[in-house]
Structures are given as structure tokens and as C-alpha cells.
């Protein structure tokens, strides 16, 4: 069983206006509301390939129940944590440019990360554990590598999907994946990289540092996996974006639900890089169609 864990879910409240004023009024052309959180986002993206997974996390008050109500509608297992306070609600402002208000989220406290332990606890080698996303700032920076110390006796399976030292504290437990993409990669290291030989230079070291197979998503210039078999380069398709939110998300949804079908990872890093195309191309995370239609387009070449 694949299990993702977000700490700081979100309602997405999606508007579009046709050209935003600040300091007026300003009527909403289109509105949406999806389950946010880049844990969620994977959750969402494998039940739309026909993968089973379960969501956890923490989830409160009324928006919490609307997270919880709208994966369960569309397939998803959830085992949420309840806390006191409210979800939080971002705002993502869709006009002549992109603007985001992101909410804080509730706190998290001992308590509350006592019960999320005890339900990874359960887990065992079979299963894959997904670390996605920021954490609130009541929680340790190092929070995720706590979580994967207590998962590394019984060899679970764990992807991180996180920044700077979040991402670094983890590798010495050796996690199956780890995505940074191109900028965040510079980020860790503090350097500018302006090539892919240093792309690839830099996500080698991140290999060196403990991590198993290493993902460096770049936008239009496709993907690079870096992994025991080698450095191979999935190309971008052509197609118009829509939406840049969860495309990093929907990259290792598809890698997991192709890994979780057949263990090859070549074949595994192109249905993610092509999910994560799909979701681009949609305004919504990919369906399994969308991936389907898109992966005549990726071409995996061995660097």
C-alpha cells in the first residue's frame, strides 16, 4: 500500500477574474474549490491512475471535513488526525498575473504527532510511505527525517518531496526518492546552476548523501532521473499549460503507480515525468486518459 502524509493541507480556492484591480472591486468569473496539499495531490493522482493508496495527515474544523469529504468522493482513503483548529484556505488569484494567499494551518503539537507515529508504526516493507510538502513552523524542520528514522528498521519504501534542510536531514535514513527540482536543487547547495552536466553533478552528490534514486524536475526541459542504472533524461511534450500546481505532485504519483506495478525504474520515471506533463495541461490534477494520451510524446533517452 502507497501512503502519503501532509501535514498542512488546504483548501484550494481557485477564482478567476478577467483583470484584477487591487483596491477595487473585482467580480469572479470562475471559482473552484479542490483538496490541497502536495501529500493530497499524490493521493488524488494514483486514484486517478487506479492505484489504492491512503491519505494521512491532520485535518480540522469545517474545511478539514471538506478535504476529508472530497478525496473519499472520488476514492481516496483518508485516516486523517483531527486537530482543534480550522484547515487552512489559499487563494489562488488566476488573472493577467498569478497571485497566491497562502493560510497558516493549525498547530500541530506532541499529542497530535504522537497518534500520526503510532499509525506509521503499522507499516511494513510491502509499503510505500510519500513525505510531501513544508510543514507548519510549531513542527521540527527535521520532522520528516524523525518519521523515516522510526520507518528504516522495516525497510518501507519512503519518497520525500521537500526543500533545503528538510530534504537534507533525511538522507542519511536512505530514501527511495527524493524530487527537487532544478531550482530547489541550488537552493541546497547554496550554487548557482545555470548547465544540466551541473544539474546532474549536484543531484549525484544528493546520491552520495544517502538518497536511492534522485528526480530533478525542470519545467519545459523535461526531467532527470539519477539512479543506479544510470542518468537518463525524459523529454517535455508539446502542449499549452494550464496550471503549474501539482505537476511536481502528479510526477511521483506516476512514477509510484508504475513502480508499484511492475518495479522498473526507467519505465516508472516516464509515466511520471508525463503525468506531471498531463497535470500542466489540465486545470485540474491528470487523469489516467491524459497520461495515456501523452506518453507516445516523452522519449527517455541514457545520458
Not at 493549525?106 to 510519500?130: G, M, Q, T, Y
Amino acid at each position: 500500500m502507497i501512503y502519503t502524509v501532509t501535514f498542512n493541507p488546504s483548501i484550494d480556492y481557485v477564482i478567476n477574474v478577467e483583470e484584477f484591480k487591487a483596491g477595487a472591486v473585482n467580480r469572479v468569473l470562475s471559482e473552484n474549490k479542490y483538496p490541497g496539499g502536495k501529500g493530497i495531490n499524490v493521493s488524488r493522482v494514483l486514484e486517478n491512475l487506479g492505484v489504492k493508496n491512503k491519505a494521512l495527515g491532520f485535518i480540522g474544523g469545517f474545511t478539514g471535513q471538506f478535504i476529508k469529504t472530497s478525496l473519499e468522493s472520488e476514492g481516496v482513503d483518508t485516516d486523517f488526525i483531527e486537530l482543534d483548529g480550522d484547515t487552512r484556505i489559499n487563494v489562488k488569484l488566476k488573472s493577467n498575473e498569478e497571485t497566491e494567499i497562502n493560510g497558516a494551518g493549525p498547530s500541530v503539537d506532541e499529542k497530535d504527532l504522537s497518534k500520526l507515529f503510532e499509525k506509521i508504526s503499522s507499516l511494513n516493507s510491502e509499503d510505500c510511505l510519500v513525505l510531501a510538502g513544508n510543514v507548519q513552523k510549531s513542527l521540527p524542520r527535521n520532522i520528516y527525517s524523525l518519521i523515516q528514522e522510526k520507518c528504516s528498521c522495516k525497510k518501507i519504501k519512503v519518497v520525500v518531496d521537500t526543500t533545503g534542510e528538510a530534504l537534507t536531514s533525511t538522507l542519511k535514513y536512505r530514501p527511495f526518492l527524493v524530487k527537487p527540482n532544478n531550482h530547489e536543487l541550488a537552493e541546497i547547495f547554496n550554487v548557482q546552476i545555470n548547465t544540466r552536466e551541473e544539474i546532474i553533478y549536484y543531484a549525484q552528490k544528493l546520491r552520495e548523501m544517502g538518497a536511492e534514486n534522485v528526480i530533478i524536475s525542470m519545467a519545459g526541459k523535461g526531467a532527470l532521473l539519477i539512479c543506479n542504472e544510470g542518468v537518463y533524461h525524459a523529454s517535455a511534450p508539446k502542449g499549452t499549460v494550464k496550471n503549474s500546481v501539482g505537476a511536481g505532485d502528479s510526477l511521483i504519483a506516476g512514477f509510484l503507480a508504475r513502480y508499484s506495478q511492475t518495479s522498473d525504474i526507467v519505465e516508472s520515471f516516464k509515466w511520471g515525468a508525463t503525468s506531471g506533463s498531463a497535470t500542466a495541461f489540465s486545470m485540474d490534477l491528470c487523469k489516467k486518459e491524459d497520461v495515456e494520451n501523452l506518453l507516445s510524446q516523452v522519449n527517455i533517452s541514457k545520458l
